[in-house]
């Protein structure tokens, strides 16, 4: 329509010119087209805001991420004011924890950023340490698979966390997560066990 109304306005300009048309046909012209241009104008207007719209309406996780459950609708209507909603749970797809856990005396030989070995899949009765594999997220997800494949890795401590105690007499218990790259299908729950040098 703007390019349709600027060759009529550039058509009765040459015909004025010509003293063909008279100067309010030519004022009707120019008018059309600064009203098509207007239209054209608003129109992209528009298609930037819903573009900057949409672009604040996606959600992008801030590193590589598996979702683990949605817990919103579409079409809900969502607030941010207060108490915002949890929309969805998302757990990294780069990282997981051997979660296992050890005794006092087993903890005190141990420092954080410490490499140890973690053995994936079929655990073994033997091993010092039993532990599962389990997604690093807020909310831990509690997924019982049973594995075939068995993979070593190498982890990191990252944590050495004591346990509460039930009542006095129980002896301490420490909690420990190894930080490990996942291989491809892994998810949380898989039986792991982690190697300690002795």
Do not use: F
């Amino acid at each position: 329509a703007a390019a349709e109304a600027k060759r009529d306005a550039e058509r009765t300009q040459q015909l004025y010119d010509r003293t063909v048309a008279s100067e309010s046909e030519r004022q009707e012209a120019l008018i059309k087209q600064e009203q098509a241009e207007a239209s054209l104008n608003e129109a992209r207007a528009r298609a930037d805001l819903r573009q900057w719209e949409l672009g604040r309406s996606t959600l992008t996780a801030p590193y590589p991420a598996r979702i683990l459950s949605v817990d919103t609708a579409l079409g809900e209507t969502v607030s941010s004011e207060l108490n915002a909603p949890v929309l969805l749970r998302i757990a990294r797809s780069d990282e997981m924890l051997a979660v296992a856990h050890a005794s006092a005396d087993v903890a005190s030989h141990l420092s954080l950023g410490q490499k140890m070995n973690v053995l994936v899949g079929q655990a073994s009765a033997q091993t010092k340490v039993q532990a599962k594999v389990q997604a690093k997220v807020q909310a831990k997800v509690q997924a019982k698979v049973q594995a075939k494949v068995q993979a070593k890795v190498e982890g990191r401590l990252v944590g050495i966390v004591s346990e509460p105690q039930s009542n006095q007499d129980e002896v301490m218990n420490y909690r420990l997560e190894v930080m490990i790259k996942p291989e491809q299908g892994w998810i949380a729950g898989l039986p792991a066990k982690i190697e300690l040098s002795d």
